[in-house]
């Protein structure tokens, strides 16, 4: 280590240290948890899983994973008004509790409350520790600084997995409980270590938090380009869901079983090793991807990134031995670290003038709208396509089908990234004009599409289907208030 680095390591204050082995710790009973999670609810009974079907499952994580992508939003404002420390206290809590309730209970319903308890404990903890790193560190080392606060993040992903692979050995309990004592531990550093940082001298209201989101949502021009970046992470999210399912049925992992052997390491490759690679590519290579995009334009970046993810994918198509499997996942990782950075950058680009710090607050939309998406999608295809073929012999033709269906729809991402470039980067009122009646459109169609789902859900069969009619209400509620918010914000302008 330089003399330099040296130096920025003893600049941080002991509540940066203190956060950061919060976020290893939270991320690590996050990661180690959701790199089986979807295995655990699909598998039959009889070998200690739950059982539910995979559309069900996708539909389950969808949700979660969205509120964990949601509840950040309120909980910056929260924090600010009650205090860091107070709503650590309240985050640990609430994650200990959903993780340990997860692993003990059976009943879908019950599962479901268990994890929203997580996922709004994660919700509240994630802009805290983000918000602690911003605030102990200056101008001179935030740089640094958010680059440990990263490594962490990847480095619970890396390491809690492989405890999971102990772990479920034992009993697939273990694997939530384990989590659970994870985010119980770090309520020790939060009561005895954990200060406060310096509030800022105006910190936001929850009125304020409210008004500014209206405010982006209104946007149809940055709503567009969130759209159509989600694309990309339509796949990113397949990796907790269609991707760990195939590997369980379809991809025979003997070879990497033996070599494990090989170097007299008795290890078993099963689902979580998705979440090791992708965690453990992006450890190694970052840094040298940073460096050598570091120069580059943010569009082209992202497009190149976005076009390996989509290598990645068709690689899945073609995985016949485990190696190309783990070649895909590998190379949709490097894309993921390729174009994800990128795209901070171009938000600032896109985002008005004046307005460019709020916008960026925002900017973490593209994983609602994945999650949301990507999982429901995923678990709906494979249940549809892939789960009726297990153990056929000619089932590569189905698989490659399957596969390059996603790897179409991260096309249709870049193709669209480029046209939204072109045709609505600058912001004007022309520019906005066009994005809000295509927004609008997009509204409607929900809309459409909500009402027919609720329809069905209600009125179409014996029973009522109530995982579709949460669906359909989700899709009014998304159609109805954009619809609402961009007629608005038309009359204002």
Known sequence: MTTSATGLLKSFPRVFWVANTMELFERAAYYGMNSVLAIYLTDSIQSGGLGFTEQSVGFLQGLIYAITYVVPILGGALADRYGYRRMLIAAFALLTTGYFATGHMSAYGAVFASLLVMATGSGLFKPIISGTIARSTT???????FGIYYWMINLGAFLAPMIVSYLKGFSWTYVFTASSVYCAAMLIPTLFLYKDPPKPENTRSLKDVLGSAAMVLGDARFMLMIVVYSGFWILYFQNFGSVLWYMRDFVVTTPVDELFAAIGMSIKFGPEYVTIINAGTIILLQVLVSRIVKNTKPLPTMITGMFLGCLGFILLAFSST???????????????????PKYYSYVGLVAPADKKAVYMGYAFLYGVIGSLVGSSLGGALYESIL???????????????????FAGLDIAAVVGLMFYNRSFALDTPETNARARTIMIGVYILLLLIGAWFFYSSVFAGAEIS?????????MLIIGGGGVTISLKGKSRQ
């Open 139 to 145: 101008e001179e080392n935030s740089g640094f600084g």
């Open 322 to 340: 485990v190696w190309i499997f783990v070649a895909g996942i590998v190379v949709f990782s490097i894309g993921e670290m390729t174009a994800h």
């Open 387 to 405: 789960k009726p073929i297990v153990g056929q012999p000619d089932a590569g033709a189905t698989v490659r089908f399957f596969w390059l269906m």
């Open 466 to 474: 109530y995982k579709t009619m949460i669906q359909a209400v989700i």
